[in-house]
């Protein structure tokens, strides 16, 4: 692993991702960086997984169900039926497969950066919040409450998010991933015993 291979790897995927996408790329990758640096983790890591969360972002919808088929990722009912859900997954395995990203932590930082998942690892919240709190990100609500925390506490920060998050998709009458749930009810548990509240 070196810094000249990230190179490489982000003219690689400049290829496979429109514009905005590419320049968000680049902003969760700053973005990640910075965080691990305020909370004493790996740069290296932070900035590789930041690079590549998106990776099998704009693979059609279609395409991405047949690549989940062909290589046995499983697909939940409610990926089936909002398969851009699927991205985070499939892009743990087009980073493995087509970068040559074997380290466990950073294909999981991917697989993990849509939905949360109950006890991420310090570099998973990283990408999760990274992603939603990047320089070009301006709809999400109380975004310079979720920037500030995002270098000060990873737990209370993705309780934030989910909870906003799970707002604005019960106001949008979106389907729920059980897994977006379960992460918010964990990160709740720990905002609750923090604050003494219920
Ligand atoms: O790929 P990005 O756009 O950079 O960001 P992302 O991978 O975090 O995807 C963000 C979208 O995913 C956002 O619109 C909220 C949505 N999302 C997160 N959890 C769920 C969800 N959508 C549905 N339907 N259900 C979920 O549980
Ligand atoms: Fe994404
Ligand atoms: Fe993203």
Do not use: W
């Not at 997984?49 to 998106?54: F, I, K, V």
């Not at 039926?81 to 497969?97: D, F, I």
């Not at 270098?151 to 906003?164: A, G, K, S, T, V």
């Amino acid at each position: 692993m070196s810094r000249a291979d990230l190179e490489k790897y982000n003219k690689r995927l400049k290829k496979f991702l429109d514009e905005n996408r590419y320049y968000h790329t680049q902003g969760v990758r700053y973005t990640a960086v910075a965080m691990a640096m305020a909370h004493g983790t790996d740069l290296y890591k932070a900035e590789l997984a930041g690079l590549l969360h998106d990776c099998a972002k704009n693979i059609p919808d279609d395409k991405k169900i047949k690549l989940c088929r062909k290589h046995d990722i499983p697909i939940t009912e409610i990926e089936l039926s909002s398969p851009y859900l699927l991205h985070s997954k499939l892009g743990a395995y087009v980073a493995e497969a087509k970068y040559d990203i074997h380290d466990e932590d950073v294909l999981d930082a991917i697989r993990n950066h849509t939905t949360g998942k109950p006890e991420m690892t310090p570099l998973s919240q990283i990408i999760f919040i990274a992603d939603y709190i990047e320089p070009r990100r301006d709809k999400a609500p109380n975004l310079s409450e979720v920037r500030r925390m995002a270098f000060l506490d990873l737990d209370e920060c993705c309780y934030i998010i989910l909870r906003d998050t799970l707002n604005y998709l019960k106001t949008k009458n979106a389907k729920i991933d059980s897994m977006t749930e379960e992460a918010y009810n964990f990160y709740n548990g720990i905002h609750c015993k923090k604050y003494q509240t219920e």
